[in-house]
């Protein structure tokens, strides 16, 4: 290790690609070739990846706490889901685009209204909006089906060139790989940006950010909004690959699953949503069928564990643990 | 008659949510301690009425005195082992932690008694139905009506009439100012978290007739606790009690008239109210 480096290089140099950053994508790929049995959890944990990485933006870097991300998640699953159930319109690049407009849209009004408050009513309101969003779906079912959703959904190929496959999920798992990575980009070009420099001196100190003059409402409305267009997403490439819409999209339990696993990975470091998802997702998928008590009594210790003692999450523990190797 | 008799299920409702959420409010507005695991004292309370009326035959009365000690005693060791150090720590860290504790009583409350829900035997006194004259009604939802409303004239007296009533009033209104003239607030906080969690286990015995008790409890009614907080406003006991009755009647009424949509418009409407006035129903802007 060299010499810690001023502060202005180290500025310079944040954005500047790592050469580990290709290996989460090397490893996705991998696994394509290595577990071709298991390429329909491994979507999962994709869209999972996505939507977190998008809860990332809006609690990492912008300083939201919300208990309410669900609400965007499932309003970009709804759009894809209704539009091919009622209109027929099953070309999913353009169904991409319709539910990132969708609920990026319901993300910048809500964050419009709600973000002038914090603290405990801001936790509240998003809550609220979150299940104001899932009784709708419910009472409202000539469009979305109420409780039951819309099961048997199908999809025309992607660009044309490749079915969903529904048996094995190939082309579903290389589907979610592409939008996560592009998604990704984004979301790191805009962190490094100065707009995202600004969220996190938002975070930070929001009064010094007034009083500098940064127009502190209106980047994280903006913020929220992006973060909602890119959990819209999410829940549009969630039913791309598994053809069916239900009311699990949109509640507490997702909600409060993906703000979980964000803070087990690192929560403000863009790979903290890789990690915590796939931690969470691969113990989940081990244990919770065949243990579910102990999976709860598990993940409730761990939370409690992280709270007191790791709040860096699995990342920062890392962190905390490279840097007291190097320092010998 | 049946909008009377609709309109007295619904305050019967409010007052368990109040029993059980005025504890949050005071809690919340001493320390700014988001804490939603406060539904999990309340089912750990139900469960310690169930429990020792089935196996040690104690009525229902003394099973609720001993949940309130046996919860309240609960709520003080966790609070001086565990939640003290979270005070500076940020919201997100309180949340995560406090929901991680739900987690953890769900699972051993599941694996101790099981996951069915549970039924709380009512006394003979309390069974039955009760002639007021112009209608006949549940004698059990009156007596919750009787009970919520005395313990709101106890509390009201004990903070607008007490020494530490009013010692709270300030810590709520201004922490650090309250220090600086001498009053200890973590003494202070321990002392009505324990309260609080007490009276939370006394609404969850005697709400179970009506929220039922089950493991599942502390998740399914977070939301309704934490709306009576918001909008009653945080260490407001009257603004508390007002917020639940009113929730507790639209609740009932909207499930009766609406059984499908109901719950939408307690949501709908407490986001507007919270948006016109996010200190809650009594609370003063910019407070």
Not at chain 1, 93 to 103: M, P
Not at chain 2, 51 to 80: C, D, K, N, Q, T
Request: proline share 3%.
């Amino acid at each position: 290790m060299s010499a810690p480096l001023p502060a202005a290089i180290e500025l310079a140099r944040r954005h500047r690609w790592q050469w580990w950053e290709v290996l989460p994508w090397a490893a996705g790929l991998a696994a394509f070739f290595l577990f071709p049995t298991y390429l329909a959890f491994g979507t999962q944990v994709l869209v999972t990846i996505l939507f977190a990485l998008s809860l990332d933006l809006v609690l990492g870097y912008a300083g939201i706490v919300t208990l309410g991300h669900a609400a965007f998640f499932g309003a970009g699953a709804y759009t894809v889901g209704m539009l091919a159930a009622h209109w027929g319109w099953t070309e999913p690049l353009s169904g991409l685009l319709a539910a990132a407009l969708v609920a990026g849209l319901v993300g910048l009004a809500s964050g419009w209204v709600l973000l002038r408050t914090h603290g405990l009513t801001l936790l509240m309101l998003t809550l609220c909006t979150m299940a104001l969003l899932e009784q709708a779906a419910n009472m409202f079912s000539g469009l979305t089906g109420g409780f039951d959703g819309m099961p048997g959904l199908s999809f025309k190929p992607i660009l044309g060139l490749f079915e969903f496959d529904v048996l094995y999920f190939r082309s579903q798992y290389l589907y979610a790989l592409a939008v996560l990575l592009l998604c990704f980009l984004l979301v790191r070009v805009l962190v490094y940006s100065p707009f995202g420099r600004s969220l996190t001196g938002i975070r930070e100190n929001v009064l010094r950010m007034h009083a500098v003059g940064a127009p502190v409402r209106a980047r994280q409305v903006i913020a929220y909004g992006i973060s909602a267009a890119l959990a819209g997403v999410a829940g549009a490439v969630f039913v791309h690959a598994t053809g069916y819409v239900n009311l699990a999209v949109l509640g507490l339990e997702r909600a409060a699953g993906v703000l979980i696993i964000l803070i087990l990975g690192g929560y403000g470091r863009l790979y903290g949503a890789f990690v915590g998802a796939i931690l969470y997702m691969v113990l989940e998928h081990t244990l919770s069928k065949a243990y579910p008590t102990a999976w709860q009594l598990g993940l409730g210790l761990g939370l409690m564990a992280v709270a007191l003692y790791a709040r860096n999450g699995v990342l920062g523990l890392a962190d905390a643990l490279r840097r007291r190797w190097s320092a010998r | 008659m049946d909008l009377v008799s609709t309109l007295l299920g619904g305050l019967a409702a409010g007052m368990v949510l109040f029993i059980v959420s005025v504890g949050l409010s005071v809690t919340m507005g001493l320390m700014g301690f988001v804490n939603l695991a406060h539904g999990a004292f309340a089912m750990l309370g139900g469960y310690v009425v169930v429990y020792s009326m089935r196996h040690w035959g104690l009525p229902f009365s003394p099973a609720l005195a001993l949940a309130f000690a046996a919860v309240a005693l609960f709520a003080v060791v966790l609070e001086r082992t565990l939640y003290a150090r979270l005070y500076r720590a940020s919201e997100l860290d309180q949340v995560l932690f406090t929901i991680g504790l739900v987690f953890v009583m769900i699972a051993l409350v599941t694996l101790g008694v099981g996951p069915e829900s549970q039924r709380v035997v009512l006394p003979a006194w309390l069974a039955g139905q009760t002639d007021l004259g112009f209608l006949k009604y549940r004698t059990y939802s009156l007596a919750l009506i009787a009970a919520g409303t005395l313990l709101m004239l106890a509390l009201w007296l004990g903070f607008e009439r007490t020494r530490i009533g009013a010692k709270i009033r300030a810590a709520v209104d201004n922490r650090r100012m309250a220090e600086s003239v001498g009053v200890d607030v973590g003494r202070l906080f321990t002392l009505t978290f324990a309260l609080g969690s007490g009276l939370a286990a006394v609404g969850g015995g005697l709400g179970a007739e009506i929220l039922g008790l089950d493991p599942q409890y502390p998740l399914r009614y977070l939301a309704y606790f934490l709306i009576v907080v918001a909008v009653g406003g945080l260490g407001k006991v009257t603004g508390v009690f007002f917020a639940a009755l009113l929730i507790g009647v639209l609740d009932f009424v909207l499930k009766i008239y609406f059984p499908k949509g109901g719950t939408m418009f307690i949501y709908a409407l407490t986001l507007v109210f919270l948006l016109a006035r996010p200190q809650g129903i009594f609370g003063k802007h910019g407070a």
